[in-house]
């Protein structure tokens, strides 16, 4: 009897213990991941960096990768978010992989209590990166409802006819808003978006960047295009007519994913658009983000030799949690 005692205040000392250790840790893990700012301006917040397959990607046991897997802060796919204070709502650009992180980021900026759905989300094209997070809105995740979401007219039919998205229209998880080129849309008074029209892989849907206008600063957003000289538009015009500018930079240079043919996945190497933008004035180059990071591009680690050589050119590397007021 006296041993059965015992073994019973042992094990619960010992449950204790661990729960206490357990209690400690998580709080820990609070202390070390705060949570993000409340913003009281127009805002614009990187919420995401790298290409669509994530970081690490599938199947890469590569040293690009091998240190990436035991890491417990996750580095999301590239989206960008807009806070507007003034009439409590905000945006999302993409429906990436890691919508759900990504949308309990955009309701922390905006001091929401609860994890809310944003007032709308702008797509950029049918990559995997970019659209596939529109299936957490569904039936079997929050089953929201009707999220608006913005589409060029490719994508929209894409959506409506091609299940599993068809059911997210049928349902009203989400109503798609039709996008025109170089149509200008209004948010609030102070906040405008406008989609244009870019060349890249169209296997299913057009591809779009965005004009985003604040009150006082415009951007530019360009995850995806083929080559800069593919644009039947200037993108050193382009620049000089805003304030900054994300532009994509899925790949460092020719060659880095060597089981692959580049020219099947094309997009401008960042060595590319440095050689292009050398002359550029330097407040001009300042304005420059590069994001879009594939696990292979060198600038997707920190402190690395191209990531230093890049910004002493005067060039910036966007990076998640990245506030532009606008």
Same mark, same amino acid.
């Given at each position: 009897?006296?041993?059965?005692?015992?073994?019973?205040?042992?094990?619960?000392?010992?449950?204790?213990?661990?729960?206490?250790?357990?209690?400690?840790?998580?709080?820990?893990?609070?202390?070390?991941?705060?949570?993000?700012?409340?913003?009281? +301006?127009?805002?614009?917040?990187?919420?995401?960096?790298?290409?669509?397959?994530?970081?690490?990607?599938?199947?890469?046991?590569? +040293?690009?990768?091998?240190?990436?897997?035991?890491?417990?802060?996750?580095?999301?796919?590239?989206?960008?978010?807009?806070?507007?204070?003034?009439?409590?709502?905000?945006?999302?650009?993409?429906?990436?992989?890691? @919508?759900?992180?990504?949308?309990?980021?955009?309701?922390?900026?905006?001091?929401?209590?609860?994890?809310?759905?944003?007032?709308?989300?702008?797509?950029?094209?049918?990559?995997?990166?970019?659209?596939?997070?529109?299936?957490?809105?569904?039936?079997?995740?929050?089953?929201?409802?009707?999220?608006?979401?913005?589409?060029?007219? +490719?994508?929209?039919?894409?959506?409506?006819?091609?299940?599993?998205?068809?059911?997210?229209?049928? @349902?009203?998880?989400?109503?798609?808003?039709?996008?025109?080129?170089? @149509?200008?849309?209004?948010?609030?008074?102070?906040?405008?978006?406008?989609?244009?029209?870019?060349?890249?892989?169209?296997? *299913?849907?057009?591809?779009?960047?965005?004009?985003?206008?604040?009150?006082?600063?415009?951007?530019? *957003?360009?995850?995806?295009?083929? +080559?800069?000289?593919?644009?039947?538009?200037?993108?050193?015009?382009?620049?000089?007519?805003?304030?900054?500018?994300?532009?994509?930079?899925? *790949?460092?240079?020719?060659?880095?994913?060597?089981?692959?043919?580049?020219?099947?996945?094309?997009?401008?190497?960042?060595?590319?658009?440095?050689?292009?933008?050398?002359?550029?004035?330097?407040?001009?180059?300042?304005?420059?983000?590069?994001?879009?990071?594939?696990?292979?591009?060198?600038?997707?680690?920190?402190?690395?030799?191209?990531?230093?050589?890049?910004?002493?050119?005067? *060039?910036?590397?966007?990076?998640?949690?990245?506030?532009?007021?606008?």
């Amino acid at each position: 009897m006296v041993l059965r005692v015992a073994y019973i205040l042992s094990f619960l000392l010992l449950l204790y213990s661990c729960n206490k250790k357990r209690t400690i840790q998580n709080n820990a893990d609070l202390e070390e991941n705060p949570k993000s700012q409340i913003l009281s +301006k127009t805002s614009l917040v990187v919420l995401g960096t790298v290409q669509d397959a994530g970081y690490p990607q599938i199947g890469c046991s590569q +040293k690009c990768c091998i240190n990436q897997w035991d890491l417990q802060q996750k580095r999301c796919v590239t989206s960008l978010g807009l806070i507007e204070p003034v009439t409590n709502s905000s945006f999302l650009f993409e429906a990436t992989p890691d @919508i759900k992180l990504q949308t309990k980021k955009l309701s922390d900026y905006i001091g929401h209590d609860t994890i809310e759905m944003p007032n709308g989300i702008f797509l950029t094209h049918g990559h995997i990166g970019h659209y596939s997070g529109l299936m957490q809105l569904g039936r079997e995740a929050i089953n929201a409802k009707s999220v608006p979401v913005y589409a060029m007219p +490719k994508l929209k039919s894409y959506l409506e006819n091609n299940g599993p998205w068809s059911q997210l229209v049928e @349902i009203n998880n989400i109503i798609i808003n039709p996008l025109e080129n170089k @149509i200008q849309i209004s948010l609030s008074e102070n906040l405008k978006v406008e989609p244009f029209l870019v060349p890249h892989r169209a296997e *299913f849907t057009e591809t779009v960047g965005y004009k985003i206008v604040g009150p006082n600063k415009t951007g530019l *957003f360009i995850p995806d295009i083929d +080559k800069w000289q593919k644009w039947d538009t200037s993108i050193e015009d382009e620049i000089k007519k805003v304030d900054f500018a994300f532009l994509d930079a899925t *790949f460092y240079k020719n060659g880095e994913v060597g089981n692959r043919d580049m020219s099947e996945i094309p997009h401008p190497f960042v060595e590319e658009s440095v050689e292009r933008f050398k002359s550029l004035e330097a407040s001009e180059k300042a304005k420059i983000y590069f994001i879009h990071f594939n696990h292979t591009n060198p600038l997707i680690r920190t402190k690395s030799n191209e990531q230093i050589e890049l910004t002493k050119l005067g *060039f910036n590397i966007a990076e998640e949690g990245l506030v532009i007021e606008l």
